[in-house]
């Protein structure tokens, strides 16, 4: 069985209303990761990602780039507890 970890991203730059979490969302959903991604009142974007390792680092990867309307400057990333989730929230 593949390694289970949990990571925790702050997404930095212009994230919010330019579809960053549904994009998110569905690079989770199309590697199998579980989470969700939250707009916070600073204007950043909370991901929790949990699943194989391998699909973790692909789905962080992808949220360096975001959406095709969103500017990332700055990702903070740290190893997180896995809470057992399935499925991924975008709210």
Do not use: K, P, W
């Not at 309307?69 to 990702?75: C, F, G, H, L």
């Not at 057992?84 to 709210?91: H, I, N």
Request: glycine share 12%.
């Amino acid at each position: 069985m593949a390694e289970r970890i949990a990571r925790d991203l702050i997404v930095h730059g212009r994230v919010q209303g330019v579809f960053y979490r549904a994009f998110v969302g569905a690079e989770a959903e199309r590697h199998g990761v579980a989470g969700r991604a939250v707009n916070r009142d600073d204007g950043t974007v909370a991901v929790h990602l949990e699943g194989d390792a391998d699909a973790v680092t692909a789905v962080a990867a992808a949220c360096r780039t975001g959406s095709e309307r969103a500017r990332v400057e700055r990702v903070d990333e740290h190893d997180s507890e896995d809470e057992g989730l399935s499925g991924f929230a975008t709210g």
